[in-house]
């Protein structure tokens, strides 16, 4: 099956400092990629839909200026956490649609970032 | 707004015995997955339902999906303790561009 990967796994970051989280489709090409966040024990919330050359698309509520993204190429995207505080601590969790594949979502096996 | 509910939210069960978790949404839909999630990790994906009344099994779970009534059902028979995770029904926000919203997730444990 298709697989997605994110690196790093785990992180720890002072407050204030920014946080790059990469996504990966290692075998096939994604144009499209959703970031999600998960609290403990909660379910998965949509952030946002990355776009292979075009500018990301937030969903209501999140603030595009504090998670950045970008999706470079057809195989990365990236969220960048700028000026991180403690309550952006969460597990991020990418996925990727393979186009040809319309059925499944493969998701990549999260990160979780503390902000101390 | 789409919402999508999962019932029960926590589920004790012995071994050998079966049960169903609900899965029931707010607006129309045809596309339905059903994942699994172990602690501290991520998603896998179980089932991926496409129609109305479609029906898929693979091994002790089977998944089926009533889009008139707007639920989803995972039936779990003779469970085993290997089954013990979080289960999450997600539905396709929008006919087929892959905006997922997450149910909110049924806690299974299994008891030997």
């Known amino acids: 099956g298709a697989v997605v990967s994110q690196h790093p796994s785990r992180v720890i970051c002072k407050s204030g400092t920014s946080v790059k989280i990469e996504c990966r489709s290692l075998?096939?090409?994604?144009?499209?990629m959703f970031w999600y966040r998960q609290f403990p024990k909660k379910s998965l919330m949509l952030m946002a839909t990355?776009?292979?050359?075009?500018?990301?698309?937030?969903e209501q509520g999140v603030e595009k200026d504090k998670f950045l993204i970008n999706h470079a190429s057809l195989t990365l995207s990236t969220l960048t956490v700028t000026s991180a505080h403690p309550e952006d601590s969460s597990f991020y969790i990418c996925?990727?649609?393979?186009?040809?594949?319309?059925?499944?979502?493969?998701f990549g096996p999260g990160t979780r970032l503390l902000v101390l | 707004e789409l919402k999508v509910e999962q019932n029960p939210l926590f589920l004790s069960m012995q071994e050998g015995k079966n049960y169903t978790i609900y899965c029931n949404y707010s607006?129309?839909?045809?596309?339905l997955y059903w994942y699994r999630q172990d602690p501290g990790k991520s998603l896998e994906s179980l089932f991926v339902?496409?129609?109305?009344?479609a029906v898929k099994q693979e091994g002790r779970l089977m998944a089926s999906l009533d889009t008139k009534a707007r639920l989803s059902t995972l039936h779990i028979t003779a469970a085993v303790h290997d089954l013990s995770a979080t289960y999450f029904c997600?539905?396709?926000?929008?006919?087929?561009?892959?905006?997922?919203?997450f149910g909110t997730g049924t806690r299974l444990t299994i008891i030997p």
């Open positions: 990355s776009n292979e050359g075009s500018k990301a698309t937030y």
């Open positions: 996925s990727a649609n393979r186009g040809q594949d319309q059925e499944t979502q493969y």
């Open positions: 075998d096939f090409q994604a144009t499209t």
């Open positions: 339902l496409l129609s109305n009344g």
């Open positions: 607006t129309t839909s045809d596309r």
């Open positions: 997600a539905v396709d926000m929008n006919f087929g561009n892959e905006k997922l919203t």
